[in-house]
């Protein structure tokens, strides 16, 4: 096999608590994440030596700068005896610093990638593991699915499924450097004294999603006074069907969850925001 075709999913925060500030400077974190159907597409293949990273995305690193490529140098560190290497090419396709893991997503797939494409055996405990020096997201992103993740984000705990939903999840042109809304959150409120566990019991007890209890993202205000277009569309989400309308990670993408395929698209069609990204996706299981 001289090359391989891979598909690195983009995730939501269904919910995002933050628990306190860590000794070690990151934040302690409670997290819902779920996979969505919007995703990258990667391509690697063997090459006489080195890394090479290509993209179809002007504003993407090329370089040691792109976490494909570190994913790749992982691999290559662990597999002195390998002397061939490798071209990456990623298609990019998740809107970049919005929220959705798009650099950890591409990690994970490539690191995975690389093991099949050289036919070379590592678990995925492990794979995580090698992950987390990329990115706290990078570790989910290996099988995504719906999950609760604690510590800085790596710390994953499988939960069932929440079934196919359709969403409609908008991105405005603006980037968010996540490390930013960190720090302007701790400058905003020191309140850690969310209640996460009826979420988690229901995620992990009941196989209906209980929309009422209070899933919420302790990020919203940092974000929205960064990015005061997130509001903007919050208020246009406000007008529809929508069950569900949350901000994802640090922003600045906001998805709302509806009954149907056609009810998504119906809101997607008429976004009146000439300049967001807009999709519908759906949600996925573990890849
Ligand atoms: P998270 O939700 O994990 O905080 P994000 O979706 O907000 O991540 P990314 O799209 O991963 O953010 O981008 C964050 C930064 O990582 C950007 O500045 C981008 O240039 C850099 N980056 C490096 N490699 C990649 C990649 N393969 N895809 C996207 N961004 C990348």
Same mark, same amino acid.
């Given at each position: 096999m001289r090359e391989i075709y891979l598909k690195? +999913?983009?995730?939501?925060? !269904? /919910?995002?608590?933050?628990k306190g500030l860590r000794e070690d400077g990151y934040h302690e974190l409670q997290m819902i994440m779920q996979s969505i159907s919007l995703a990258d597409r990667i391509k690697l293949k063997k090459k006489s030596g080195g890394i090479v990273v290509k993209t179809s995305h002007v504003d993407l690193p090329t370089d040691e700068e792109n976490l494909a490529y570190q994913a790749a140098e992982i691999f290559?560190?662990?597999?002195?005896?390998?002397?061939?290497?490798?071209?990456i090419y990623i298609e990019?396709?998740? +809107?970049?610093?919005?929220? !959705? /893991?798009?650099?950890?997503?591409d990690a994970a797939a490539v690191l995975n990638g690389l093991h099949l494409l050289f036919k070379k055996r590592m678990n995925y405990e492990s794979m995580r593991k090698r992950l987390e020096i990329i990115g706290s997201d990078a570790p989910y992103c290996l099988e995504g699915g719906t999950v609760y993740a604690s510590g800085k984000g790596e710390i994953i705990e499988e939960l069932p499924f929440i079934g196919e939903k359709y969403l409609v999840v908008v991105t405005p042109s603006f980037k968010i450097s996540t490390p930013?809304?960190?720090?302007?959150?701790?400058?905003?409120?020191?309140?850690y004294d969310s209640d996460?566990?009826?979420?988690?019991?229901?995620?992990?007890?009941?196989?209906?999603?209980n929309w009422n209890l209070d899933f919420k993202n302790d990020l919203k205000a940092a974000a929205e006074k960064i990015c005061p277009e997130i509001i903007e569309i919050k208020d246009i989400f406000k007008n529809t069907k929508a069950k569900f309308t949350m901000l994802s990670g640090s922003g600045p993408t906001v998805f709302s969850i509806y009954s149907t395929r056609k009810e998504a698209e119906k809101v997607a069609a008429k976004w009146p925001r000439k300049n967001?990204?807009?999709?519908v996706v759906k949600t996925i299981d573990k890849y």
């Amino acid at each position: 096999m001289r090359e391989i075709y891979l598909k690195a +999913p983009a995730k939501i925060n !269904l /919910a995002l608590y933050i628990k306190g500030l860590r000794e070690d400077g990151y934040h302690e974190l409670q997290m819902i994440m779920q996979s969505i159907s919007l995703a990258d597409r990667i391509k690697l293949k063997k090459k006489s030596g080195g890394i090479v990273v290509k993209t179809s995305h002007v504003d993407l690193p090329t370089d040691e700068e792109n976490l494909a490529y570190q994913a790749a140098e992982i691999f290559f560190e662990d597999h002195p005896e390998i002397s061939e290497g490798v071209e990456i090419y990623i298609e990019k396709n998740i +809107p970049i610093a919005a929220g !959705l /893991a798009g650099g950890s997503t591409d990690a994970a797939a490539v690191l995975n990638g690389l093991h099949l494409l050289f036919k070379k055996r590592m678990n995925y405990e492990s794979m995580r593991k090698r992950l987390e020096i990329i990115g706290s997201d990078a570790p989910y992103c290996l099988e995504g699915g719906t999950v609760y993740a604690s510590g800085k984000g790596e710390i994953i705990e499988e939960l069932p499924f929440i079934g196919e939903k359709y969403l409609v999840v908008v991105t405005p042109s603006f980037k968010i450097s996540t490390p930013k809304v960190y720090k302007l959150y701790d400058q905003l409120e020191k309140r850690y004294d969310s209640d996460f566990e009826a979420i988690l019991d229901n995620l992990k007890n009941d196989n209906k999603i209980n929309w009422n209890l209070d899933f919420k993202n302790d990020l919203k205000a940092a974000a929205e006074k960064i990015c005061p277009e997130i509001i903007e569309i919050k208020d246009i989400f406000k007008n529809t069907k929508a069950k569900f309308t949350m901000l994802s990670g640090s922003g600045p993408t906001v998805f709302s969850i509806y009954s149907t395929r056609k009810e998504a698209e119906k809101v997607a069609a008429k976004w009146p925001r000439k300049n967001d990204f807009v999709t519908v996706v759906k949600t996925i299981d573990k890849y």
